[in-house]
């Protein structure tokens, strides 16, 4: 019979103070998922996983160790325990370490609220056969399309944390969604581009017919691309890509760069880093969201507060040990894995939308570049200078006249986010909800 993962994390810390750690939290998932790919009109993957980890970290004074099994019987955890302790007594000292205070723990919360899981029954693999099939054959109706491959997914997970000092609690979360590549042309010609939807209630993602059809307009949209000009243009990064530039300032205010003195942004807390009236807000209790969360991987609760407000920087992103390095206070953004200690992580954001739509900032632009996606990247992390590689449209006179490759956009983060300009098309269902962002000045290096 298979143990509840309430058991499992009591059994890991009463392991743990037999094999005579000081202290230890413990955490348990069980995860299942399923996955169908279908790749011109045939099945050729169905694969299903089930599985059940845990993750130990135990403290002798100022020393810590972690590790993480997926063998559920005593003579593991038990062996577990006693590998762990032997890890921290060799471990250096880390002075910043340690668990929450007790009152500094969670106490109520309402995980139901927040609709983190779907309780319908699981969609099966012939459910989610057909909904990939339906959307790889609209993508393949329109004229121009010579390949395209189609997934579903659905994904069901369960954690649960406790500690030594008393904090217990758990909570499961879904996600399923359809996805559709498609490809036009041949040789050094051909394009391919995408679309998927995701959501954490099966029921809410869209109909597959929309998606693939989606993603075969935007490959037909890309045929006949070549290189732009080299020069000084307005970039306006498109509501899918745009979201990576509110997320290289997220990792520049991560206390773990923060500690390290590692960051562009090491001396911008209290300063301005948007434009005046731009705020970024993390919601980490967000109904319907799949990044929310009752408390965090160190059982402090979870909160709602303003990352930057009116344009002004209020604060890192911390978890314990790296508040306590910098003399703060944790903003519960603690995130671990089950062999993996606590790392700062933001969750759910939401920058302050603008008034205009995507094709006012087109038009208003004049000339320049729309990136629809973006290939590797060159971010220096200590001075911010930026440097991707990006594929999208070219922009005359306010209007879109052909699709580019092979263009590089350069700059440097802490004058870009200064210059920002959003639209108002951000999608309410993301996590991160980022519109389309214009950004004047950037640096092009096409042809």
Same mark, same amino acid.
């Given at each position: ?42 099945? /050729? ?7 059940? /980890?845990?993750?130990?970290?135990? @403290? ?16 593991? %955890?038990?062996? +577990?325990? /006693? ?9 250096? /000292? ?24 779907? $309780? ?6 012939? $459910? ?73 209630? +099966? ?7 929309? %998606? ?23 970039? @306006? ?8 530039? #509110? ?26 880093? @948007? ?5 970024? #807000? ?45 003399? +703060? ?32 900032? #087109? ?15 060159? %971010? ?19 209007? %879109? ?11 440097? @983060?802490?004058? +870009? ?31």
């Amino acid at each position: 019979m298979a143990r509840s993962l309430e058991t499992l994390t009591e059994a890991l810390l009463e392991a743990a103070r037999k094999a005579g750690a000081d202290a230890a939290d413990a955490i348990a998932f069980d995860t299942s998922a399923l996955s169908i790919t279908i790749r011109g009109g045939r099945l /050729e993957t169905a694969e299903r996983a089930e599985n059940t /980890e845990m993750g130990l970290r135990v @403290l002798i004074g100022q020393r810590q160790a972690l590790v993480g099994v997926s063998d559920t019987s005593d003579a593991s %955890i038990a062996a +577990m325990a /006693e590998r762990a302790v032997a890890m921290a007594r060799e471990a250096p /000292e880390d002075p910043w370490i340690g668990l929450a205070d007790t009152a500094e723990l969670a106490r109520d919360w309402d995980a139901a609220a927040m609709e983190l899981m779907d $309780h319908a029954p699981e969609p099966d693999a012939a $459910h989610l056969e057909d909904a990939a099939r339906r959307a790889e054959a609209r993508a393949l109706a329109l004229d121009g399309i010579i390949q395209a491959e189609a997934s579903g997914g659905y994904w069901r997970s369960r954690a649960h944390f406790a500690t030594s000092n008393g904090f217990r609690g758990g909570y499961g979360r879904t996600n399923g969604g359809i996805s559709v590549s498609a490809y036009t042309g041949e040789g050094t010609g051909m394009e391919t581009d995408w679309a998927g939807e995701s959501r954490v209630f +099966m029921a809410d993602v869209p109909p597959p017919e929309g %998606i693939g059809q989606r993603a075969a307009e935007r490959t037909l949209a890309r045929r006949g691309a070549r290189k732009p000009k080299t020069g000084t243009y307005p970039v @306006l990064y498109d509501e899918r890509v745009a979201g990576s530039l #509110i997320g290289h300032l997220l990792s520049a205010i991560n206390g773990n760069a923060i500690a390290r003195g590692s960051s562009w942004a090491r001396d911008l807390l209290h300063a301005q880093v @948007l434009p005046a009236g731009l705020s970024l #807000i993390e919601d980490q209790m967000r109904p319907r969201s799949g990044r929310s969360r009752p408390f965090d991987d160190e059982g402090l609760p979870s909160r709602r507060r303003a990352i930057v407000l009116e344009g002004v920087l209020q604060g890192w992103t911390l978890d314990l040990a790296t508040a306590r390095k910098l003399g +703060m206070a944790s903003t519960s953004n603690a995130d671990r894995g089950v062999s993996s200690p606590p790392a700062p992580g933001t969750t759910n954001t939401e920058l302050t939308p603008g008034s205009a739509s995507r094709d006012d900032l #087109i038009r208003d632009m004049g000339t320049g570049l729309l990136i629809t996606s973006l290939i590797g990247s060159t %971010i220096n992390a200590t001075t911010g200078d930026y440097s991707r590689g990006a594929t999208g449209f070219w922009v005359e006179n306010g209007q %879109i006249t052909h699709a580019v490759n092979e263009v590089t956009v350069a700059g440097n @983060l802490r004058d +870009m986010l200064l210059r920002i300009i959003p639209a108002n098309d951000a999608f309410a269902h993301k996590p991160t909800r980022v519109p389309s962002l214009l950004v004047e000045g950037m640096t092009l290096a096409g042809a």
